[in-house]
């Protein structure tokens, strides 16, 4: 693409001096319509449990689909996950499919607006159904420029068998003393800020196999005990995206929920649940 995204993006919700189909405006009058329709779900690998989101492009303005036709637009969807500060300007490569986003990429609700977009220059633009206010005029269509644009669509994106470690993040605080760390359960991720000095043991922690087993003895064994805490505490906390993957490793670990009611019953659990990671692991390595 020989254009700029990021300027495509901005220009999703400007006044255009071309026709642009969309719901908005009159620019086309023969009844054109322009919309994607779209299903998220989870990678059928288990391994990976990638999002993907199945679209079906409905476009029915002869003219538009011609610039699709000979390669001069293509449509594109423009998906922003406000739970993990990302946009991501995708091209669909055909009128039905299929696109792909790594596991924990994107949650929480999605927004999403379909548009079509020139990928080259088009000269003499005209697309027939446009209203007659345009006259006989010609347009001279540059790279980037949107040719349509479908209507903003919220799309929840709530899974209980995505993996929880993808729903775990660790950030560098400097506000925080160097040697200690803290937990946000407050979002669909789970953070865990860190003070200088315990990121950098971090850092050499996660990178030494032999040592790597204790994280999950210490570090996240501490975060799923709060988040059990959290869970039994208020039926709210059921809604992030960590509650949901961590509910369902419980149930498939055989561990009831009702009965983790104090600090005791919640470390024992947590211990189980990181089992394969911590005291097995360490176990494995000695024998």
Same mark, same amino acid.
């Given at each position: 693409?020989?254009?700029?995204?990021?300027?495509?993006?901005?220009?999703?919700?400007?006044t255009f001096f071309h026709p642009v189909l969309r719901e908005s405006t009159l620019d086309f009058v023969d009844g054109s319509t322009f919309s994607v329709d779209l299903k998220a779900r989870l990678n059928q690998d288990k391994k990976n449990e990638n999002l993907c989101i199945d679209y079906k492009v409905d476009l029915t303005s002869p003219g538009i689909r011609l610039q699709l036709a000979d390669g001069s637009a293509q #449509?594109?969807?423009?998906?922003?996950?406000?739970?993990?500060?990302?946009?991501?300007?995708?091209?669909?490569?055909?009128?039905?499919?299929?696109?792909?986003?790594?596991?924990?990429?994107?949650?929480?609700?999605?927004? #999403?607006?379909?548009?079509?977009?020139?990928?080259?220059?088009?000269? *003499?633009?005209?697309?027939?159904?446009? *209203?007659?206010?345009?006259?006989?005029?010609?347009?001279?269509?540059?790279?980037?420029?949107?040719?349509?644009?479908?209507?903003? #669509?919220?799309?929840?994106?709530?899974?209980?068998?995505?993996?929880?470690?993808?729903?775990?993040?660790?950030?560098?605080?400097?506000?925080?003393?160097?040697?200690?760390?803290?937990?946000?359960?407050?979002?669909?991720?789970?953070?865990?800020?860190?003070?200088?000095?315990?990121?950098?043991?971090?850092?050499?922690?996660?990178?030494?196999?032999?040592?790597?087993?204790?994280?999950?003895?210490?570090?996240?064994?501490?975060?799923?005990?709060?988040?059990?805490?959290?869970?039994?505490?208020?039926?709210?906390?059921?809604?992030?995206?960590?509650?949901?993957?961590?509910?369902?490793?419980?149930?498939?670990?055989?561990?009831?929920?009702?009965?983790?009611?104090?600090?005791?019953?919640?470390?024992?659990?947590?211990?189980?649940?990181?089992?394969?990671?911590?005291?097995?692991?360490?176990?494995?390595?000695? #024998?």
């Amino acid at each position: 693409m020989h254009f700029n995204w990021w300027l495509t993006l901005s220009n999703l919700s400007k006044t255009f001096f071309h026709p642009v189909l969309r719901e908005s405006t009159l620019d086309f009058v023969d009844g054109s319509t322009f919309s994607v329709d779209l299903k998220a779900r989870l990678n059928q690998d288990k391994k990976n449990e990638n999002l993907c989101i199945d679209y079906k492009v409905d476009l029915t303005s002869p003219g538009i689909r011609l610039q699709l036709a000979d390669g001069s637009a293509q #449509v594109f969807l423009d998906l922003y996950s406000k739970e993990t500060i990302t946009r991501i300007l995708s091209p669909l490569l055909d009128e039905e499919g299929t696109i792909e986003f790594k596991s924990g990429q994107l949650l929480g609700v999605l927004e #999403v607006q379909a548009a079509v977009i020139a990928t080259q220059a088009i000269r *003499n633009y005209s697309p027939a159904g446009i *209203n007659k206010e345009y006259g006989d005029s010609k347009f001279n269509i540059s790279p980037g420029s949107i040719l349509a644009i479908g209507e903003k #669509v919220l799309l929840p994106l709530s899974f209980k068998r995505i993996k929880l470690e993808s729903l775990i993040r660790v950030q560098l605080s400097k506000d925080l003393d160097p040697d200690v760390y803290e937990l946000n359960l407050d979002s669909d991720f789970i953070t865990i800020l860190m003070g200088e000095s315990f990121h950098a043991l971090w850092d050499i922690m996660r990178s030494d196999i032999a040592v790597k087993p204790y994280l999950a003895l210490s570090i996240y064994k501490d975060t799923f005990v709060e988040a059990l805490s959290l869970i039994h505490k208020t039926e709210e906390a059921e809604e992030f995206s960590w509650a949901q993957a961590l509910i369902a490793r419980c149930e498939k670990s055989g561990i009831k929920l009702e009965e983790l009611t104090n600090f005791s019953a919640q470390n024992q659990a947590a211990l189980k649940l990181l089992r394969e990671l911590g005291v097995h692991k360490l176990i494995a390595s000695e #024998v």
